[in-house]
């Protein structure tokens, strides 16, 4: 398995940005697709963005959040623009499983970091 580990969340203003980083050790990181997800208190686990041969995002940060990878270094970038309160929540990067064909359902991905917080105040 691969091993992760995120970085960069912290206390923000709506309207400012954040970077969020995930590296990653263990397993080919090439190999590897990555998925961010993010869980607010009280509510469940979801899809924020995926990087694969190709990208997704979910239609609540689309057109404000961008994913990034760089191989060299065995990092995956979450830029984060435009924060919303809304955005507020701890932010997983997760590895997906070799085999899945789903880039947006948890039990795709079987490496998960300890997760980094991320507050957005109004």
């Known amino acids: 398995q691969v091993q992760l580990g995120e970085s960069g969340g912290g206390l923000m203003q709506a309207g400012g940005s954040l970077r969020l980083s995930c590296v990653a050790s263990?397993?080919?990181?090439?190999?590897?697709?990555i998925g961010w997800f993010r869980q607010a208190p009280g509510k469940e686990r979801e899809f924020v963005a995926y990087?694969?041969?190709?990208?997704y995002y979910a239609d609540s940060v689309k057109g404000r959040f961008i994913i990034s990878r760089d191989n060299a270094k065995n990092a995956v970038y979450l830029q984060m623009n435009s924060l919303k309160p809304e955005d507020t929540a701890v932010y997983y990067c997760?590895?997906?499983?070799?085999?899945?064909?789903?880039?947006?359902?948890?039990?795709?991905?079987?490496?998960w970091g300890q997760g980094t917080r991320v507050t957005v105040s109004s």
């Open positions: 997760a590895a997906r499983r070799f085999g899945s064909t789903s880039y947006y359902s948890v039990g795709a991905y079987d490496s």
């Open positions: 263990g397993r080919t990181f090439t190999a590897s697709a």
């Open positions: 990087i694969g041969t190709t990208t």
